[in-house]
């Protein structure tokens, strides 16, 4: 029988999906060897081939973005976000005028966009291949930490130019005189993200407990390396949530997001309205256990919500591009948030808080003890909303990717459910 044109595209859709899973894997390849790889390209002069990566995902986006105009339907989260990103572009354009700084700033959302679009091509077709993707990744992730603590790579402080600019290879950098190791990554933070993101998926795809084990506790160790401090802690309360999770009533075990959204706007608030400057103040171990937080407390926190009241507005925020990175160059008051509520609140104002309804409610519904699918989102949630309290999280691509996957699973209905062992 010959194929309509609605069958046509439904065919070339799925066959789509295949190459959304293949661009994929080879974008979450590249972050976990991003510094090694800028420095192997840097050397043989192909430094243009780091932007491969973004280039393909951007052009996933593209191609799917024409699928769906094409096909004149979109699932109700997609235009809810369309129209979303669109208000607050104009926002944006309103606020401090800068069509650029708006367009990088719906750039910086490329990955998690990425991750929403790519959900069917990667964790669907993919999920009975997760225990060992995860595997191989923690092992690769591990083993250039181990590298990096015992040799000094070359690619450490390396950099080189593409058209003119000086590109990082691997950030090389210490704190309190200890160096911060970032393994095959750009960064010692990205190295940090990826242990625990690659440790929870095997924890809730794998069936060997020992290897469970043994994966958990040498993601303690490759943050711990990073000095990653905003990592330790989810790693500390996600390692409560396992041991709890056998006891506790499952309705404690489901507030742990809620929780984690609590201190991440509260804290913030606090800081902008009282004084912590002098908590520290005469405390070494603190400043040194706690000085990046500090920062955040005393300077970074106060000094955002004080440019969103003065250059925007807290009702509405600044829009797309007035908080974080889009800034750099481009104002004077520029400020990175540290603060994944904060950046949000940045962008949307108070509107920023009704995305947290829904997002928990949706949260609260998954089957966390009856299917695998389930469980990781749940855990990839508590890692988002935890670390969130202390970064944007989704201007870091290898994170950002994993929350579109879990935004993805949690408002579209097509699931691949696979029940726990």
């Not at 973005?65 to 339907?73: A, G, I, N, T, W």
């Not at 256990?289 to 009241?309: H, K």
Request: positive net charge; contains cysteine; glycine residues 10%.
């Amino acid at each position: 029988m010959p194929l309509n044109t609605k069958n046509r595209l439904a065919l070339g859709f799925v066959s789509l999906h295949w190459v959304y899973g293949v661009v994929a894997i080879i974008f979450l390849s590249f972050k976990i060897l991003d510094g090694f790889l800028r420095w192997a390209f840097g050397m043989v002069g192909l430094g243009p081939l780091v932007y491969l990566p973004v280039a393909a995902s951007l052009g996933v986006l593209a191609v799917h973005c024409v699928v769906k105009l094409s096909e004149m339907r979109s699932p109700i989260f997609a235009v809810f976000g369309f129209m979303i990103v669109s208000v607050f572009a104009g926002v944006g354009i309103f606020m401090f005028g800068v069509p650029k700084q708006v367009a990088f700033g719906i750039y910086v959302f490329t990955p998690l966009m990425f991750g929403i679009v790519a959900y069917q091509g990667f964790f669907t077709r993919y999920q009975h291949l997760m225990p060992t993707m995860a595997l191989v990744s923690f092992i690769v992730i591990a083993l250039g930490a181990l590298l990096d603590v015992q040799f000094a790579l070359p690619w450490s402080g390396f950099s080189f130019e593409v058209g003119g600019e000086e590109i990082q290879g691997a950030r090389a950098w210490t704190t309190h005189g200890l160096e911060r190791v970032a393994g095959f990554s750009r960064a010692s933070y990205s190295l940090a993200k990826q242990a625990i993101i690659a440790a929870l998926a095997y924890i809730a795809f794998g069936s060997n407990t020992y290897i469970k084990l043994a994966v958990w506790f040498a993601a303690l160790a490759v943050i711990a390396v990073t000095t990653t401090k905003g990592v330790l802690v989810a790693w500390l309360c996600l390692t409560l949530y396992f041991v709890g999770k056998r006891f506790l009533p499952s309705i404690l075990i489901r507030l742990l997001p809620l929780s984690g959204v609590f201190v991440g706007i509260l804290l913030p608030a606090l800081s902008y309205f009282f004084d912590f400057s002098n908590l520290f103040k005469n405390n070494i171990i603190l400043k040194i256990a706690l000085g990046s937080f500090q920062t955040r407390l005393v300077q970074t926190w106060p000094n955002a919500l004080e440019m969103i009241n003065h250059h925007g507005s807290w009702l509405i925020g600044r829009g797309i591009g007035g908080i974080g990175t889009p800034q750099v160059g481009k104002e004077a008051f520029y400020s990175p948030g540290d603060n994944m509520y904060v950046y949000f609140f940045g962008i949307m104002g108070m509107l920023s808080f009704a995305l947290y309804v829904p997002w928990l409610w949706q949260i609260w519904k998954l089957k966390i003890y009856q299917f695998k699918d389930d469980h990781f989102f749940f855990l990839i949630s508590v890692l988002v909303f935890i670390y969130g309290i202390t970064t944007g999280v989704v201007e870091d691509p290898f994170i950002a990717f994993f929350l579109g996957l879990s935004l993805a699973h949690l408002f579209q209905v097509h699931k691949a459910h696979d029940t726990l062992a």
